[in-house]
């Protein structure tokens, strides 16, 4: 029978919900079907999986990218060193060409030549002379660098505006070290002093022989390369020094020296002072150049005597000075004669019966060159090249580190009969005497040296140690900087 609500037009009931696609009838389903189902998901998987790879494409880059930047900065890292160290080197052999090549004031360095700069600054107040050639030094590796003329007062070099001592000669250098395209420049001061000392010991040198006999003493170091002779009480009061292998010292500790009388540091008798009897273990063979830049017949002041440097005449006093060609000073009988210059230039000095020299006290040194005929670029004649003196007085009231004597030649040097002396001896070719009471401070070199019959040797003094040869000695360095990149000497360093 059929149901009211069906004649009457009422909605149809709801269509059963399918139940879910089982297995089998996965399976049994139509293959259209399964594809498109299929062709849904790989939509959706392939855009994803491009965008996996991109990501690791891009990490893949990124990596190589930092390792090749790691690999670039590592390798102009070391490059940067190696030419920092190439400029280093570049330093270096400039410090030791010019302590070897020795240019003059007027010049630098090039290379391994002298050469006179032109107008390249650095600064105000430096002269540089052009770059030396670049030099090789393997790897890779070159430097090239430029030196100065001696610095100025108030120059700056490597920051620093140096005291400028006197006799001292103080450079800058620069020096550019280059590898693959990464350059370093390095800049120094560098300084050679003026000359060593005159003294290679600080009291009394005999390059062959020094004798002190007749109750003398010695309050300063005696010093020798072959022998040391006492005799008659003398006292070595500082000690001696001998180079090896010839250096002896007479007497020997023991009975020889007991019978003697001598003494080594208060120490005599059977017994010897091993602090002050000394062996040198450096500076031997002792050594004695004349001064580089000693008076010559050209460059003196003899032209003050008599004018400037007055003569005392009163009474019965006895003077003569004659110039060129024979260059003799004479004091004699109560004369006196006081030098205000710094240089003068003799063939033979005479000095007796109270004659007197007298040095104001003053800062600037007085040199007295005695010249010989055994120098050949000299100008005195036959029978001169001494310097003699009796009863004289050297009155030096400057110190003893500002008077320096030398003599050229075999002299002789002889400071006698009661005579007075303070300042410098130098004669390594001459024989030196003092004696007969004579009384004496400063210093002696000497090729022999004998002091006898009570003579009075006051002291060493410190100043001595300025007197210096004039040979300049090596350059070292002073001062060091590392310049701004890309800079040039014509920028500052």
Known sequence: MTHPNDMHGSSPQRPPTPAPTTRMELIQMPQHSRKSRSAAEAGFVLPTAIIVLLVLTLLTGAAITVATQ????????????????????????AAYRLSQIKPEKTECINGSSRETPGSILASPKITYCASSPVEPLGNGATFQYQTSLPLESGANCVGQVGEIKTGNT????????????????????????????????????????????????????????????????????????????????????????????????????????????????????????????????LVNEDSRIGKEDEFFTGGKAVNKFTGAPNFELKLSSISKLTLGGSKYYLCNFEAERAGELIIPAKKTPTEIFIDSPEDKAGTCPAGTGKFETAEFTLNNKAGPGLLLIDLYGKGPFNVTRGATFEGAIYAPEAEVKINGGAKFKGGIVGNTVHLENGTGIFEWSEELSNLTNGVPTGYGRKAWGQCAPGSSPNQGC
Do not use: W
Request: hydrophobic share 40%.
């Open 70 to 93: 790691t690999s670039s900065s590592t390798k102009r890292d070391n490059n940067s060193k190696a030419a920092l160290e190439a400029a280093e080197a570049g330093l270096q052999v």
């Open 170 to 297: 103080p450079r800058c250098v620069v020096a550019e070290g280059k590898v693959a395209n990464v350059a370093q420049r390095l800049s120094t001061r560098v300084e050679s002093e003026g000359g060593a000392s005159l003294f290679p010991a600080k009291g009394i040198v005999g390059l062959t022989e020094v004798k002190v006999s007749g109750s003398v003493s010695v309050p300063a170091v005696v010093a020798s390369n072959e022998r040391i002779i006492g005799g008659g009480g003398a006292a070595f009061e500082r000690g001696f020094e001998l180079c090896p292998p010839k250096g002896t010292f007479k007497p020997a500790a023991g009975a020889e020296r007991n019978a003697s009388g001598v003494t080594v540091g208060g120490v005599g008798g059977m017994l010897a002072n091993p602090p002050l009897e000394k062996t040198r273990t450096s500076g031997c063979l002792i050594e004695a150049p004349y001064p580089l830049n000693h008076a010559t017949a």
